[in-house]
């Protein structure tokens, strides 16, 4: 998950180490809470077949976590031999910085907490299940994997020129309500949507939200929500397509957004290639 929240953290940060880590600590979770893990998971699951991406679905079924809440150490043994990640606890969210520099050297932060039973349907905050069922299968994908880490890379360096905030909406319309062209239509390989009850039929069903074709500088200059239901989707061909449009070096990017205006979250431009 993504976005600034301005009301106080749910997370424990006082035990973190340097990095912002802590331990996952499995005794933690009540039986309620695995209960309501296998209530989340058995919800979203069964959306997954009709509007989740196939490179999604292959994976989740592989990793089959519907049982309980994983253990991180459980997963990083297939994660870290697949494509070089691992998975680290953190109290929940990070400071830009700290999160950027982990995906830069291929560690995904995931929450320790899960959300409250009263939650089931809406939460502002990345708890364990949003970055777990939403985030993690995804990173078992090669060239998805290459893009988080390449995405990274460019957060660093993003810091040093003031530009996150554009940086903060590519990862929004992409990795957390990102929209995918396939052979059986569009479907999501977002984590924000796939790990949300209601968004996930929405986004591809609704007559409501725009829907326009990926073009890296639109998507930076787009403000977005982050306690609404999105009001538009960029749509991708490929992943490899979102790893080579943001291969080249970002600086020159900048430049030329500082020249553009902000768009609003529910606007659409001339240019616009809707889908
Ligand atoms: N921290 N734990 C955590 N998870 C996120 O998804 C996250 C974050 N901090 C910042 C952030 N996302 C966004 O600002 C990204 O756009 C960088
Ligand atoms: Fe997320």
Redesign the pocket.
């Known amino acids: ?4 929240t301005d009301h106080p953290l749910r997370g424990d940060y006082s035990q973190m180490r340097p990095d912002y880590t802590v331990e996952q600590d499995y005794s933690r979770y009540s039986s309620a809470e695995q209960d309501l893990w296998k209530r989340l998971y058995a919800r979203q699951s069964a959306l997954v077949p009709k509007y989740a991406c196939d490179e999604f679905i292959h994976i989740l079924g592989q990793l089959n976590f519907g049982a309980g809440i994983p253990h991180f150490d459980e997963i990083n043994a297939k994660l870290k031999p697949a494509t070089g990640w691992t998975l680290v606890a ?1 109290p ?5 910085d ?3 520099t982990h995906l830069a050297n291929r560690r995904f ?3 320790v907490w899960l959300r409250n039973p009263e939650e089931f349907d809406y939460i502002v905050e ?1 708890d364990i299940f949003h ?1 777990f069922f939403g ?1 993690v299968p995804l990173l078992f994908n090669k060239v998805f994997a290459d893009y988080l880490e390449a995405y990274g890379k460019g ?1 660093v360096k993003a810091k040093g020129l003031n530009a ?1 905030d554009y ?2 909406r590519l ?2 319309y992409t990795v ?1 309500f990102g929209l995918i062209e396939t052979p059986k239509g569009l479907r999501t390989y977002g984590a924000g949507i796939l790990s949300s009850g209601g968004e996930l039929p929405y986004c591809v069903e609704s007559d409501k939200p725009n829907r326009i074709r990926f073009d890296l500088l639109r998507v930076m200059q787009s403000k977005y929500k982050i306690d609404t239901f999105q009001e538009t989707y960029f749509v991708i061909d490929s992943f490899k397509q979102l790893f080579d449009a943001t291969a080249p070096d970002f600086t020159p990017y900048y430049a030329e957004l500082r020249s553009r205006p902000d768009i609003a979250a529910n606007a659409t431009i001339a240019d616009d290639k809707l889908v």
Request: proline share 12%; aromatic share 16%.
């Open positions: 998950m993504a976005g600034q953190v929940g969210l990070l400071p830009d700290v999160f950027f932060p995931v929450s990345p970055d985030h957060g996150l940086l903060a990862y929004w957390e």
